[in-house]
Nanobody, 124 residues
Framework: QVQLVESGGGLVQAGGSLRLSCAASGRTFNIYAMGWFRQAPGKEREFVAA????????SAADSVKGRFTISRDNAKNTVYLQMNSLRPEDTAVYYC?????????????????WGQGTQVTVSS
């Protein structure tokens, strides 16, 4: 089994920055691609960004391109989401996810493990 624990969420003003972290533990050798998703109240969970184990393959939602950057430190079993130029519409619970495959996917259906989520609130 794999456990994912997110941290770094909080309240920030529009235009500000936050860095989310997701630490993985357990059978981490099973993990290849990792991603971030978010869910706002009353909305479906949506893809934010993902990257492969090597970091050589990445994907990001159009709404965050140029503002958010995903990265990982395999030595620490940790993935990060650097969020800059935050907007009120970025307000959501952010979830870290991992999948037992090399392929980077944008649908949450393809992910095997999930964290508990961390709240990000952007005030206008």
């Amino acid at each position: 089994q794999v456990q994912l624990v997110e941290s770094g969420g909080g309240l920030v003003q529009a235009g500000g920055s936050l860095r989310l972290s997701c630490a993985a533990s357990g059978r981490t050798f099973n993990i290849y691609a990792m991603g971030w998703f978010r869910q706002a109240p009353g909305k479906e969970r949506e893809f934010v960004a993902a990257l492969s184990r090597s970091g050589g393959s990445t994907s990001a939602a159009d709404s965050v391109k140029g503002r958010f950057t995903i990265s990982r430190d395999n030595a620490k079993n940790t993935v990060y989401l650097q969020m800059n130029s935050l907007r009120p519409e970025d307000t959501a619970v952010y979830y870290c996810a991992a999948r037992k495959s090399f392929t980077v996917m944008t649908s949450p259906d393809f992910y095997d493990y999930w964290g508990q989520g961390t709240q990000v609130t952007v005030s206008s």
